[in-house]
């Protein structure tokens, strides 16, 4: 995983509908709360995805941009958002380079890792989560960081 206080690599990829996400985009304006997750429809994924749309509001709040990231297709991603009423991007990491750019391995060397980033206005790394099986706990741990960013 990268290293709290490192800057977060920039990238460019395509949403669920086919618009060009550019993370440099949000420099200055907006707190980012980056999740990667391993595959869409599934059990802990799924769970993940819908306790950020839980907690969308509140992520909002806190002056943070939600981004999902996975290698689905932006048809798989399509089929979640509309599923579940997703109020945020999900972006297609089809050949995993963002995923690399941001050092999420493997779990049990089989699946790809669960990893969250919050990312701060100025494009500093500010939290990291990895749990590959606890999905709440990554919303919470954001919720945290960006408190306790507010409040320094």
């Known amino acids: ?26 420099r200055g304006q907006r707190n980012v709360v980056l999740f990667f997750y391993p595959k869409d429809n599934t ?6 995805v819908c306790a950020f749309r839980d907690a969308h509001m509140e992520l909002l709040a806190n002056e943070a941009e939600v981004i999902g990231i996975s290698s689905d297709n932006a048809r798989s991603h ?7 009423r997703l109020p945020y991007r999900l972006l297609c990491d089809t050949d995993g380079l963002v995923r690399q750019a941001y050092q999420v391995g493997r779990t049990l060397g089989l699946f790809p890792g669960r990893v969250t980033y919050v990312i701060d206005k100025e494009g500093r790394i500010r939290s990291a989560v990895n749990d590959p099986l606890r999905a709440k706990q ?4 954001a919720l945290k960081a960006l408190v306790a960013q507010r409040t320094v």
Do not use: Y
């Open 1 to 26: 995983m990268l290293d709290i206080g490192e800057e977060a690599p920039d990238f460019e990829l395509s949403d669920q509908d086919g618009n060009v996400f550019n993370l440099r985009a949000l």
């Open 138 to 141: 990554h919303v919470q741990e």
């Open 43 to 48: 059990l802990v994924c799924t769970l993940e």
């Open 78 to 84: 399509k089929e979640v958002v509309d599923r579940w």
